[in-house]
């Protein structure tokens, strides 16, 4: 079954499943735009990479910690 077979044999589910993915992202876009004040442009590329705010952040904190272990600081 594709999206078009369920959207016509079955639009209650087909119109759940839909809102579910619309608010997903509203979700994820309104995460990022809390920090729209702060960095617009590095906002504005979370957005665009599809990340959530906190894969991005997750990302940062690793690339954080391998410099700090390359420069001999510990744990």
Known sequence: ???EQLKRDHPET?????????????ERV???MEYAETNLEEVRAGIISGKSIHED???F????????KGLGATN
């Open 57 to 59: 952040l997750d990302q």
């Open 1 to 3: 079954m594709n999206a």
């Open 61 to 68: 904190y690793e690339e954080v910690d391998s410099k700090l």
């Open 14 to 26: 087909y119109n759940r499943i839909f809102n579910s993915g619309v608010t997903q992202e509203r």
């Open 30 to 32: 309104e995460s990022w």
